[in-house]
């Protein structure tokens, strides 16, 4: 089990550094600084995130991570929870760190989508994982809240 949880976390994490090196190209391909070129950027986004977690069902189905496809839906919705969650995180000027971060957060998502659709956990260890995952962005934004105020 925790060779099939690294492994996960570690084949997301590489998808990480990919999703944010592909990210920073698209916007900087998009190259504009108003509101009028948000749908292309949104667009863009959405197919790189949709390839993205195809390529990742592929490789965690390759690397004996199976159900491939089932674990990176479970990341990529792990994902959306985690990004729902650190926009009311202040962010960071430093690149790597934005890098590094990314890298960290694919590879939490990679290591829940592993666990949640691992045969061998019991049902009731699945739900409550993703509960978690789910009580993630209120908790923070109540944390947040209570911190400003």
Excluded: K
């Amino acid at each position: 089990m925790r060779v099939r949880l690294a492994r996960a976390a570690g084949i997301l994490a590489l998808f990480g550094v990919l999703w944010w090196l592909a990210s920073r190209l698209t916007w900087s391909a998009i190259g504009c600084e108003t509101y009028g070129c948000l749908p292309y950027s949104l667009g863009a986004q959405v197919v790189l995130g949709v390839t993205l977690v195809a390529a990742a069902a592929v490789a965690l189905d390759a690397l004996a991570v199976r159900p491939g496809g089932w674990s990176a839906v479970v990341a990529a919705i792990a994902l959306l929870l985690v990004r729902a969650a650190g926009v009311v995180l202040p962010g960071t000027p430093r690149p790597l760190m934005e890098l590094i971060g990314t890298s960290v957060a694919f590879a939490g998502a990679g290591a829940v989508g592993a666990f949640v659709t691992a045969r061998q956990v019991r049902p009731i260890w699945r739900v409550l994982a993703m509960l978690a995952v789910v009580a993630m962005p209120p908790m923070v934004f109540a944390t947040a809240a209570s911190l400003q105020g």
